[in-house]
């Protein structure tokens, strides 16, 4: 029987459900580039209005983190950016613009407006990059037959962009973004969609993901293990509750392995 080997235990299992963002590929490289051009925009079309500008910085509007020289260097992985849709980060948006002084339809269509120019720059530059390790950890799971999807908070045209950036596709079986379900996380339904389009039993499959609505997801499905990504930081892993409902947090792919024949 296969099985996923992490934190002193091995789960028997017969896929993997991998969130995109913070999980497969690094989220500050292409959300903190994507938001930090989407309020930048937002904030100068206010000015241009006779408005006061955003008020807010990303930290405070939808939870990322700066370094001392004022780069992005980490996301709060319970807060909108990290756990919204896209519909979500554009209410935000929106509300922000609202308080400024534009009608709520009006903040809407501007909220979108920049969304959009925010979307082209990101397909100029395709600011996508892979985590350290994912790539053969995926080559690992195919080569012991396990089949791999995706289920992501974005939509679905857009992470399959993101994945075919890479060249990445090829090694899952399905990309279920968050417009393929009636609810998104932390709800059950991107699990048990995936489980039907792979044709396995939910109670055979590992969830793997960097925020608690990954978690919170993959035991309301019923999931047989649910993993924590904490990333680099040692704190975050060691239990600050950032990932509270995970069966394992792990920092990097290196602390997974498939194995086979075990009791």
């Known amino acids: ?6 934190a002193d235990a091995a789960y028997p299992i017969q896929a993997i459900l991998f969130d995109k963002d913070g999980t497969l590929l690094d989220f500050i490289y292409t959300w903190g580039n994507w938001s930090e051009r989407l309020l930048a925009r937002f904030s100068r079309r206010l000015e ?5 500008p955003l008020s807010m910085d990303t930290d405070t509007l939808w939870g990322t983190r700066r370094a001392s020289d004022g780069e992005l260097a980490g996301y ?3 807060g909108p950016l990290a756990t919204g849709t ?3 980060l554009l209410t935000v948006l929106a509300w922000q613009g609202y308080r400024a002084g534009l009608t709520w339809p009006e903040a809407k269509v501007l909220a979108e407006e920049c969304r959009e120019y925010a979307d082209e720059r990101m397909l100029e530059v395709k600011a996508v990059r892979a985590l350290p390790g994912v790539v053969k950890f995926l080559d690992h799971c195919r080569e012991r037959g ?4 995706v289920v992501t908070a974005d939509e679905t045209a857009m992470a399959v962009r993101h994945l075919e950036w890479l060249g990445m ?3 899952f079986s399905a990309i279920i973004g968050t417009d393929q379900v009636e609810r998104g996380k932390p709800c059950p339904d991107m699990v048990e969609l995936a489980c039907r389009r792979l044709n396995v039993d939910v109670a055979r499959v590992a969830v793997i993901g960097d925020t608690n609505g990954d978690m919170r997801m993959a035991r309301s499905a019923g999931a047989a293990v649910a993993v924590g990504i904490a990333g680099p930081d040692a704190d975050e892993a060691a239990g600050s509750g950032n990932l509270p409902d995970a069966d394992a947090v792990i920092l990097s792919y290196g602390e997974l392995e498939i194995v086979e024949g075990e009791s």
């Open 1 to 6: 029987m296969t099985r996923l080997r992490v």
């Open 48 to 52: 241009e209005r006779g408005l006061a």
């Open 76 to 78: 709060d992985r319970n």
């Open 86 to 88: 896209l519909t979500d």
């Open 146 to 149: 396990i089949v791999m999807a």
């Open 169 to 171: 596709t090829e090694y």
